[in-house]
């Protein structure tokens, strides 16, 4: 059974720096994009990052793009979100998930707090 499982979250001053893990357990990524989302409290969740595991090709939303960057490390079955100059507005539980049909897999989140 594949589980993602997800780390690094935290609370963080505004400005600072954080870098959330998703790693793959009871399997491998090698196919298909690998993303990150997030949901504020009171807001729907929404797209922050997305890889292609085959070629490492990245996009962003607009909200995030010249501050987070998505990576992956091919030996360590892992993808990363490195996240600088943090906002209050970064305030979210993010989720990896890798959708992989038939099957749709999600981490189990990790709180990321942004204080000013």
């Known amino acids: 059974q594949v589980q993602l499982v997800e780390s690094g979250g935290g609370l963080v001053q505004a400005g600072g720096s954080l870098r959330l893990s998703c790693a793959a357990s009871?399997?491998?990524?090698?196919?298909?994009?690998i993303g990150w989302y997030r949901r504020a409290p009171g807001k729907e969740r929404e797209f922050v990052a997305t890889?292609?595991?085959?070629?490492?090709?990245?996009g962003y939303s607009t909200s995030v793009k010249g501050r987070f960057t998505i990576s992956r490390d091919i030996a360590k079955n892992t993808v990363y979100l490195q996240m600088n100059n943090l906002e209050p507005e970064d305030t979210a539980i993010y989720y990896c998930?890798?959708?992989?049909?038939?099957?749709?897999?999600w981490g189990q989140g990790s709180q990321v707090t942004v204080s000013y």
């Open positions: 998930s890798w959708p992989a049909p038939p099957n749709d897999y």
């Open positions: 009871g399997g491998s990524f090698d196919s298909y994009n």
């Open positions: 890889i292609r595991w085959s070629s490492g090709s990245a």
